[in-house]
Structure formats: structure tokens, C-alpha cells
């Protein structure tokens, strides 16, 4: 039972985190508001920290904002959950 709870918990989170996520991708392709995208990315990180899709977001807006070095952290994190070709192209640019 209390399996279950927290599974319900979990998906919860889950559910959120995404509605972050996607209110970060408004701001970068609808408003141009990269601060804000990155403020939506960390409220999903802070949420599901073991989402690499997450890092990988945030670090195209830090990209955007020219802040390189927090872009790398977010690739580098991004990669050690997951091996992706999009972490490993934004921490090239």
C-alpha cells in the first residue's frame, strides 16, 4: 500500500514537472524569455532530478542567455543520466 502511495506521488511529480517543462518551452519559442525558461526547467529539475531531457532544455536557454559555463553543467549532468546526442551537440556549441 504504501508502494502505491508513492507511486501515485511519484506520477504526480511527474505530472508537474513536465507542465514545468513545457511552460519553459513557451518562453523560449513563443515569449524569447530565456530567464524564465531556465526559472521553468529548474522547478522540473527541482522536481525529477533524474530527467536528462530537463538539463538538456535548460542548457539551450542558458546557451541562449551566453551563460557557457551553467550550459556545460546541464550537459554534463544530462549525460551522466543518459547518453544523448543533443547534450553532447549543445556542450559543443
Do not use: W
Request: glycine share 2%.
Amino acid at each position: 500500500n504504501n508502494n502505491n502511495e508513492e507511486q501515485k506521488k511519484k506520477t504526480a511529480m511527474e505530472i508537474d514537472a513536465e507542465k514545468f517543462k513545457e511552460q519553459g518551452n513557451e518562453y523560449v519559442q513563443k515569449a524569447h524569455d530565456f530567464r524564465r525558461a531556465v526559472a521553468a526547467y529548474t522547478a522540473a529539475i527541482t522536481l525529477v532530478k533524474s530527467n536528462y531531457i530537463y538539463y538538456n532544455n535548460r542548457a539551450a536557454a542558458y546557451i541562449l542567455l551566453e551563460d557557457y559555463e551553467n550550459a556545460i553543467k546541464d550537459c554534463d549532468t544530462s549525460l551522466s543520466l543518459k547518453p544523448n546526442v543533443r547534450a553532447h551537440s549543445r556542450k559543443a556549441a
